[in-house]
């Protein structure tokens, strides 16, 4: 990883520009609440397409 920094930067600005977010993929999160029932279903995929979106409303 190569950040070029001025002179005279601090210990703190060189951890924040080292920092770089790298992202590693998505998922899908599907959640259904029913506060007043007390329910709540909660499922992370791999994906989200319409075949999930139907699975999830079909299973909850």
């Known amino acids: 990883m190569n950040v070029n920094l001025r002179e005279g ?3 703190v600005q060189k951890e924040a520009a080292a920092f770089l977010y790298m992202r590693k993929g ?3 999160v599907f959640l259904f609440t ?3 029932a ?3 279903h909660v499922q992370a995929n791999e994906r989200r397409t319409k075949v999930d979106w139907a699975l999830q409303i079909r299973n909850y």
Do not use: N, Y
Request: hydrophobic share 10%; aromatic share 0%; glycine share 16%.
């Open 34 to 36: 029913e506060p007043l």
């Open 9 to 11: 930067t601090t210990h």
């Open 26 to 28: 998505s998922c899908g």
């Open 38 to 40: 007390g329910r709540r």
